[in-house]
């Protein structure tokens, strides 16, 4: 029994022998060791050929996505257009200490280390896998390979990709470039990625301007930009960004980037309250529309446009712009009912205003807003210029030296017959242009056919001059030349143009015929190009004595005929009104020694297709002419735009009087400075216009009806001659004028 139990404790004794000798001969140290290195091993060999897999890729779908910046002449900002609010900068364009600040926020070994931190991808790793959100602890660089090459996805092989491809980045490329990239791709809150739009968001300054305390705040944003946001964040966001600046600030000391002392009466800047970013409501889509197309007539492409990263700054004056804006609202819009009058809803307001000795566009007005009306009324060219191309037949006759049919030299004192529905003499195709009003002047002077906007005169000199003539002379002063046929009844101003081109023309005439080219950009610059500016100024049009003289002419338009409306003593003008066929258009362009202006109304039916309709009953005022609603517009900017007035005069040399060059005294004594209420024209055709020439109704009248019998008021004795008596002639007289409107 005793051996029986020895044997059967010393089998038991055996078999557990085995048994732990068995489990430790599988887990010895040098098993486990081997087994270790052999998962190192293999690790290393699947990073390396994850390595060699892996190429740097090309940027992602919004890397390289920049928002285009639109400023006002003095930088002030107009309105950003684009996908992405970003515009890259060069690194160099932001301050030293704040790049540093950047680098002391979020990786203090980033010109040290290798574009990698091992533990903090290794955590991330682990709390991705684990469910726990976003890692934290990468590096700049792997921050900049995610915002540029890859994606924000939280997945362990976008995290695997970012490592490979940071020390593939940190090898080739140096870390300046690395971190400009981090810095223009990394995302701020309130709608900004990149650095500049940031600091604009933030602090309204450029990031070329951006202090160091400002920087600081910027870089300790990154690390939650909704919850460290200052204008929204919980007291808790506020101590905890406020920690981060500090903490910021504390590492850019340690590692020797700031003095102590500077770091010790340094205080926090707190950012500006959120500001909506400008849209395209109001006028700022036309303007941002008519610099967008000028950059494309310059040679960039709706693509290249389209690819961001442009700050184009305008020529608009901000100041002025405003000012055009209020005074088509004071002198229009605040006497239009557009929802309870069918006319008024159809009226249409357009407007360019320009330097003339450079060719500026210092303000523009294209709509009651370019979210509501798409088409710009100050570029459209649908409308006809009616008697604004008068001026331009006139410099053509004193350009060529024309004469009469009966050979005398045509000048400012040339008498015509200014018959209404005279047939013109010498021309092939018939013409006989019915005046406004039907009314007849007899001989008149052509200073006083300009004054009163004589078509029978007009009609007749373009005859005289030839009409292929008279076109050629129109295109060299800036007309767009869109075809319109070499015929009598351009006189009437027949073709198309927009504002922007009639303020070009007369800017012309403004300049003593050097031509000006209008343009809206001041400059237009790109991180790889720059778009070649606009000439503003070009050759002689026509000689300074032509120019000089239409200008003298057309300061008695605006001092004794149809533009009144835009006189006043605080500046020195010359204009002209135009009213186009069947009221469907009503114009005033005139200008200053300093400024030239073209004002338009336009009648457009509010159903679809826009067609052309009349303005007659504008503002239940009877006829929207030329010297009504569009001259009053005028004078109102003017004035404002000339801060209140200007002592500048026309500066005119040797001004062509005509065949004789002499300028006679009036006969009679000034009358007073009023004006009869102007009479409603005829909106029928006139039975016996030319079947070949369009009817015209023309610019505005002054004049009472022809039963009226008071003497003419004779014209200034030192620019007019004067015109033999007609006891039809009305006075100049003006009742009820108002001049308290202007520069309200």
């Not at 280390?113 to 959100?133: E, H, I, M, P």
């Not at 450029?206 to 909704?226: C, F, I, M, R, V």
């Not at 000199?461 to 076109?471: A, E, G, I, L």
Request: charged letters at 25%; glycine letters at 10%; one cysteine or more.
């Amino acid at each position: 029994m005793g051996r029986a139990d020895a044997r059967r404790g010393q089998g038991r004794g055996a078999r557990r022998a085995g048994r732990s000798g068995g489990i430790r001969g599988l887990f010895t140290w040098r098993k486990l060791l081997g087994t270790f290195f052999g998962f190192c091993l293999l690790a290393m060999g699947a990073f390396l050929a994850l390595y060699v897999y892996v190429d740097v890729p090309a940027a992602n779908a919004t890397a390289n996505k920049q928002s285009n910046v639109y400023k006002y002449s003095d930088g002030t900002l107009l309105a950003r257009a684009g996908e992405v609010n970003r515009e890259i900068v060069d690194l160099s364009e932001v301050p030293k200490d704040v790049q540093n600040a950047f680098v002391a926020a979020e990786n203090k070994s980033f010109y040290q280390d290798q574009g990698v931190d091992l533990k903090g991808t290794a955590r991330g790793l682990f709390n991705t896998l684990s469910g726990k959100g976003k890692q934290g602890g990468s590096t700049i660089t792997q921050q900049y390979v995610k915002n540029y090459y890859l994606t924000q996805d939280p997945t362990v092989s976008r995290k695997l990709k970012e490592l490979v491809i940071s020390l593939k980045v940190d090898q080739k490329m140096d870390k300046e470039y690395i971190l400009a990239g981090y810095m223009n791709t990394a995302y701020y809150g309130r709608g900004a990625s990149g650095i500049q739009a940031a600091a604009q968001a933030y602090y309204g300054v450029d990031a070329k301007d951006l202090n160091l305390s400002q920087g600081a705040y910027l870089a300790s944003l990154l690390q939650a930009p909704s919850q460290y946001d200052w204008a929204v964040a919980s007291p808790t966001g506020k101590k905890l960004v406020s920690e981060r600046w500090g903490y910021t600030l504390d590492n850019m000391v340690e590692k020797g980037w700031l003095d102590s002392s500077k770091r010790a009466g340094m205080k926090f800047t707190r950012p500006q309250e959120p500001k909506a970013a400008p849209g395209m409501e109001g006028q700022t889509g036309y303007l941002v529309e008519a610099a967008n197309e000028e950059l494309e007539r310059q040679g960039i492409s709706e693509e290249a446009r389209e690819a961001g990263g442009w700050t184009i700054t305008l020529n608009i004056d901000k100041k002025r712009q405003e000012e055009l804006e209020q005074a088509v609202d004071r002198q229009l819009e605040s006497k239009l009912d557009r929802k309870g009058n069918k006319i008024d809803a159809t009226v249409q307001a357009g407007a360019t205003s320009v330097n003339p000795k450079n060719g500026e566009v210092v303000a523009l007005y294209g709509g009651v807003s370019a979210t509501e009306h798409w088409v710009s009324n100050a570029t459209r060219r649908d409308y006809q210029p009616a008697s604004t191309f008068k001026p331009l037949v006139l410099a053509s006759a004193l350009e060529n030296e024309s004469e009469t049919q009966d050979g005398r030299l045509i000048g400012l004192d040339t008498v015509y017959d200014g018959t209404s529905r005279r047939p013109v003499v010498g021309s092939d195709i018939p013409f006989k242009p019915q005046n406004e009003d039907d009314r007849s002047y007899g001989d008149i002077s052509v200073q006083r056919a300009m004054d009163k906007s004589v078509n029978s005169v007009f009609a007749q000199m373009v005859v005289d001059v030839t009409p292929s003539v008279v076109k050629q002379t129109a295109l060299d002063l800036g007309m767009p030349d869109k075809g319109f046929p070499a015929v009598p009844s351009i006189t009437l101003g027949t073709m198309n143009a927009s504002t922007w081109d009639m303020a070009g023309v007369f800017a012309t005439l403004d300049n003593h015929g050097k031509k000006v080219n209008p343009h809206i950009i001041k400059s237009a610059e790109h991180r790889d190009r720059t778009a070649e500016p606009v000439d503003g100024t070009g050759g002689q049009a026509i000689s300074r004595k032509t120019a000089d003289t239409v200008t003298r002419s057309l300061t008695g338009v605006v001092d004794n005929g149809s533009g009144h409306e835009a006189n006043t003593s605080a500046y020195d003008a010359a204009g002209k009104t135009g009213t186009s066929e069947n009221n469907k258009a009503a114009w005033f362009a005139g200008y200053t020694p300093e400024l030239t202006t073209a004002v338009a109304l336009y009648g457009e039916s509010v159903k679809a297709g826009g067609e052309q309709v009349t303005l007659t009953g504008t503002a239940s005022s009877g006829r929207a002419n030329g010297g009504g609603f569009p001259a009053k517009i005028w004078a109102d900017y003017t004035l404002a735009a000339l801060n209140g007035g200007s002592t500048d005069t026309f500066d005119l040399e040797d001004v062509e009087r005509g065949e004789s060059g002499v300028t006679q005294a009036p006969t009679t004594p000034p009358a007073t400075t009023e004006t009869p209420e102007e009479t409603e024209p005829a909106e029928t055709e006139s039975p016996s216009q030319s079947p070949s020439e369009p009817p015209v109704e023309e610019s505005p009248s002054t004049e009472p009806p022809p039963s009226q019998t008071t003497p003419p008021t004779p014209t200034d004795s030192a620019t007019l001659p004067t015109d033999p008596v007609d006891p039809t002639e009305p006075t100049d007289e003006r009742p009820g004028r108002d001049d308290s409107v202007l520069g309200q």
